[in-house]
């Protein structure tokens, strides 16, 4: 039986709730050589038929089909990709010995086309076979007990997949089984007014050997100039709206030379996905004082109850931690206020590890070394060595609505 008629015999599931109507699948209109043609691969004929005809799906109520679509600040195909190649990577390094497969861009590497509700993702093993209507599923289920091995080759292709987990179910890790499921099929909730993915202009430099600016940044070099070179800075950068002359007298001191020049150069924003700098001249609203003030109250509080965590003295005590900007996961990237401001060494206070070291070198070589992944400390996230630090070296900058 073709996907294309498996899923047709499916019925739209019964609403949950009175306000709960599930949406019916609709066609999406994408444009497949131009999907193909930036995967540098077929996709398998069934799956493009079934796609074309009704677009990204909830089958069962668990497990999500996913299509070349987009929907702003919801869901991009391509970063979707991206994100689920590197998650199971990732993940199987945590399991050892179960090293991790190739992935695709890589040869033969493994695609994503689907995951549930609950730990599960599901992949087309591309190097199997020339045929992709032939690809086996494998998946990759993130509850495997520490000692089982969480990659499993169904063996199936996708057709043989999807009716598999609507009867009898397929085998995981560990004994467990997924489905069977509800024979009901939806237009997958998140993506109702879903559009065709559009894949973007690929950056020449996104490809290691085409060498480049950014490249040649990373590869090495010191100082702001370098800096910008590996990430432009942005035309207008926001500082808010004081003066830092303000600033300072709010802090009671002045700030290291190299801060200013690198805020004046990019303003607040966020580094690599991870390390949000403070505006430093918001005067009214969670600006740099703000943040500082409250930062020091929590860090008093804590190292009261907590004093073996907590070593550090906090500003405005002399030598104290002056934090200037803050992890998604809540790590302080700060000042040891310890002599002269120029002189202050930058150190890290972890949420979830023991006080570290200051850090070694000024502070915009410090974050060239951790955008490069060279720099590996509590706090700041580092990289896994199948990344590409070309991948995570951006900033986005803040502006006025903006909480930091």
């Known amino acids: 039986m073709e996907l294309l008629s498996l899923v047709a015999r499916l019925a739209l599931p019964e609403p949950a709730q009175p306000w709960d109507r599930p949406t019916a699948p609709a066609p999406l209109a994408v444009d497949w050589a131009a999907v193909e043609s930036r995967l540098g691969l077929r996709l398998p004929s069934g799956y493009k038929a079934l796609v074309s005809a009704h677009g990204p799906l909830d089958i069962g109520e668990y497990l999500w089909m996913h299509a070349p679509c987009e929907r702003g600040g919801r869901f991009d195909y391509g970063d979707w990709l991206w994100e689920i190649h590197r998650e199971c990577r990732i993940a199987s390094r945590r399991t050892p010995p179960y090293q991790p497969p190739p992935f695709h ?25 020339d045929d992709p209507d032939r690809w086996p599923v494998v998946v990759h289920d993130r509850d495997a007990g520490s000692d089982e091995n969480p990659w499993l080759h169904w063996g199936t292709t996708l057709t043989e997949t999807v009716a598999a987990l609507l009867t009898d179910g397929l085998p995981l890790p560990g004994g467990r089984t997924l489905g069977p499921l509800p024979a009901t099929v939806r237009r997958t909730a998140f993506l109702t007014d879903a559009r065709p993915w559009t894949p973007p202009e690929r950056d020449p430099e996104s490809v290691p050997e085409a060498g480049g600016v950014r490249r040649a940044a990373l590869a090495g070099g010191h100082g702001l100039e370098t800096l910008t070179r590996l990430v432009p800075p942005p035309a207008t950068p926001y500082l808010g709206d004081g003066t830092w002359e303000w ?74 931690f002056l934090p200037f900007a803050v992890s998604v996961d809540s790590d302080h990237l700060g000042w040891l206020t310890e002599g002269e401001p120029n002189d202050w060494p930058v150190t890290v206070w972890p949420r979830h590890a023991d006080q570290g070291p200051a850090l070694p070198g000024t502070l915009t070589d410090i974050l060239l070394q951790w955008l490069r992944g060279d720099l590996v400390t509590e706090g700041l996230a580092g990289l896994d060595e199948g990344d590409d630090p070309l991948a995570f070296a951006e900033f986005s900058p803040g502006n006025a609505d903006t909480h930091w």
Do not use: I, K, Q
Request: net charge negative; proline share 8%.
């Open 247 to 320: 600033l300072f007298a709010e802090l009671g001191t002045r700030l290291p030379d190299e801060y200013v020049t690198l805020m004046e150069r990019y303003g607040s924003g966020h580094w690599g996905n991870w390390l949000s700098f403070f505006t430093p001249l918001r005067t009214v609203g969670e600006g740099l004082v703000h943040h500082a003030r409250e930062t020091a109250d929590n860090y008093r509080r804590l190292r009261g109850e907590f004093p073996e965590y907590h070593p550090l003295a906090v500003w405005p005590e002399p030598g104290g």
């Open 105 to 129: 861009p890589e040869p033969g590497g493994l695609l994503a086309w689907g995951e549930t509700r609950g730990s599960c993702r599901l992949f087309w093993d591309t190097g199997a076979c």
